[in-house]
């Protein structure tokens, strides 16, 4: 199967300039994932969707940052205006549930510099 | 809140030798542990979980809840072993992983 799909892969802005990326999950993945990956440390959840529903944004600065997921499958990541500590790797996951068990897979991500 | 602790930020080996990869975590329910890997030029990947009690690409981890720990094991490791290894808990109802700040394994000859 065709693994979780993410563009841009690189991306460089000034600060204060708008960015989106895109996410189009695994066909089937009803639930869906944003994580920020700072470099020297693991990924940090940003936002979980479930089909076209939020279900967790605690971690999202939502100043700044917003997701959506229209049509319960593409999403996208919309940072506006960065700043230069949002230089990070983005990464896009969506899972599947064997059972009981649920199992995120992840995609290329994007690669973030905020100059 | 959870929290996952790894304390080595590189472990370097030598072809042949024991691995032994340190994770410990703090949350006070029943969390579920999970070790990922990221090979170079490669996407994050599950390596094993602690459900499973499986071994994979012949790594095994036991979830010790005395001490909150879930080191990651290879008794012989193996060039394409080199990679870096995330440590994740994930608890309660909402499916969220809390991933520590990973251990880059470094295989030599």
């Known amino acids: 199967e065709a693994g979780v799909a993410q563009s841009p892969r690189y991306k460089i802005i000034e600060k204060r300039q708008s960015v989106a990326f895109w996410c189009n999950p695994i066909?089937?993945?009803?639930?869906l994932y944003w994580y920020q990956q700072i470099l020297g440390q693991g990924p940090k959840l940003l936002i979980q969707?479930?089909?076209?529903?939020?279900?967790?944004d605690s971690q999202l600065p939502k100043d700044r940052f917003s997701a959506e997921r229209l049509k319960g499958v593409d999403s996208t990541l919309k940072i506006q205006p960065a700043k230069l500590e949002d230089s990070a790797v983005y990464l896009c996951?969506?899972?599947?549930?064997?059972?009981?068990?649920?199992?995120?897979?992840f995609g290329p991500g994007t690669r973030l510099l905020v100059l | 809140a959870q929290r996952v602790t790894q304390p080595e930020k590189l472990l370097s080996v030598f072809k042949g030798a024991p691995v032994e990869l340190k994770c410990n975590y703090s949350y006070s329910g029943s969390p579920e542990l999970f070790w990922y890997v990221q090979y170079s030029r490669q996407r994050l990947q599950l390596l094993l979980r602690h459900i499973s009690r499986e071994s994979i690409k012949g790594f095994t981890a036991d979830l010790n809840k005395g001490e909150t720990s879930f080191h990651l094991k290879k008794p012989f490791a193996q060039e394409e072993d080199s990679a870096m290894y995330y440590c994740a808990v994930m608890a309660g109802t909402a499916s969220k992983l809390t991933f520590g700040t990973g251990t880059r394994l470094q295989v030599t000859l």
């Open positions: 969707f479930q089909n076209n529903g939020v279900v967790d």
């Open positions: 066909s089937g993945h009803a639930t």
């Open positions: 996951a969506s899972s599947s549930w064997k059972g009981r068990r649920e199992t995120q897979y």
